[in-house]
């Protein structure tokens, strides 16, 4: 055994250690490409919008903050800031993909899959896209 490695092989349980704890954090969060092709069932309803706003004000807010700008009350404990929702990188991705996030979730944002039906998921798309500003 040649001791000589020893703190070359710690460095490197150090750095994948490190990696571990934070897994996804750094790299942007990217749908799948076949998420686009959903179909969006409120295409057509006037009133998705407002059934989302009530849903964000109650599931959404206190994360993403009442006007989505990631400034809710608990993001302070988050380890990745959730983005402005109403911001161009958030606003350019298809309404399906936004479905697809609330959907299956990621690190501290929850997959709403089991909690809130199909309907409600896309209504919060249609909130979402009354958010956006430059
Ligand atoms: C516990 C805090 C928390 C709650 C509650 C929460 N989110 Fe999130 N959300 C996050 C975090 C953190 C991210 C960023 C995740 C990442 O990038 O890894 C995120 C990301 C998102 C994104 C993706 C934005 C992007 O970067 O493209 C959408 C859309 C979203 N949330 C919608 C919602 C909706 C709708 C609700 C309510 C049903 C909700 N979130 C509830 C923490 C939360």
New binding site residues.
Partial sequence: MNYRYIPLVLLVVLLVSAFRIAP?TSDP?KAPKEADALVDPLANDAKAAAKGAR??SS??W???GPQGKGDGP?ATS?S????D?GSPF?QA?SNGA?YW??THG?????S?EQV?SREQRWA?VHY?RTLAHE
């Fill in positions: 996804g969060w849903l964000f599931l959404c206190t994360c993403h608990n988050l990745v800031l959730p983005a929702l958030v991705q936004l996030k609330i990621r690190g501290d944002m929850a709403y809130i919060l979402i």
